[in-house]
């Protein structure tokens, strides 16, 4: 089977994009849909179609939505359009793994969590003002009052790592470098390769 994750995208206002044109025919849902469609031989208008895949479908729930029981509703959608796992904007703080977790409720499905290595509090304090991504203080000051910021970030990561594995179906380790930190965060985590 092919893993596919399923995601609408977001919007782009940025000059050094002017020109391109951005498409939002259909949304994760109905891309989900169609993917699934695809799975039982059908194409977007329900003919039958030759050589049919096996896609393995995931689609992406926020866990830091400001309405999450809106958000947790449309990931039901998701899941009756065909979506088999999801995949989560990184987490920060292990007390909100386990709030996610009671939150998603019936939905039965796989999670794989998010987890961002953060190098650096000029980093973080970036990275929080993204859409979907909510660092709490208390974590930017910890990595603020590091010595190493990367070692920090590093033990901040394997921490939730270690929480997240007790409890969902996978871990998915982000790094916005190119330092290849991953293999430290794993060490940390006390995981072997």
């Known amino acids: ?6 995601v609408t995208g977001d919007s782009f206002t940025d000059i050094s ?9 259909v949304g994760s849902d109905e891309l989900i849909k169609i993917a699934s469609d695809l799975n039982f031989g059908k194409d977007i208008n329900g003919n039958a179609i ?15 939505a400001s309405e999450l029981a809106d958000e947790i ?6 899941v009756e359009a065909g979506a088999e796992f999801f995949h ?31 190098e650096s509090v000029e980093m973080a304090r970036s990275i929080n003002k993204m859409p979907g991504i909510e660092i709490p203080e208390e974590i930017i000051m910890e990595l603020d009052q ?8 590093i033990e901040i990561a394997a921490r939730l ?19 290849n930190l991953v293999p430290a965060v794993l060490e940390n985590a006390d995981i072997s390769r």
């Not at 994009?17 to 025919?25: L, S, T």
């Not at 590091?146 to 970030?153: C, E, F, L, R």
């Open 73 to 78: 509703i449309r990931a039901k959608y998701k």
């Open 50 to 64: 030759d050589g049919v895949p096996e896609f393995y479908i995931g689609g992406t729930v926020n866990p830091f």
């Open 17 to 25: 994009y002017q020109g391109v044109k951005q498409v939002f025919d």
């Open 161 to 179: 790592v270690k929480a997240a594995r007790e409890i969902y179906a996978g871990v998915h380790i982000i790094e916005r470098g190119s330092n």
């Open 88 to 118: 989560t904007h990184p987490f920060f703080e292990v007390d909100r793994l386990e709030e996610f977790l009671a939150a998603l409720g019936s939905i039965d499905t796989k999670v794989i969590i998010g987890v961002l290595v953060l």
């Open 1 to 6: 089977a092919q893993n596919i994750l399923c």
């Open 146 to 153: 590091a010595k190493d910021k990367t070692s920090k970030g």
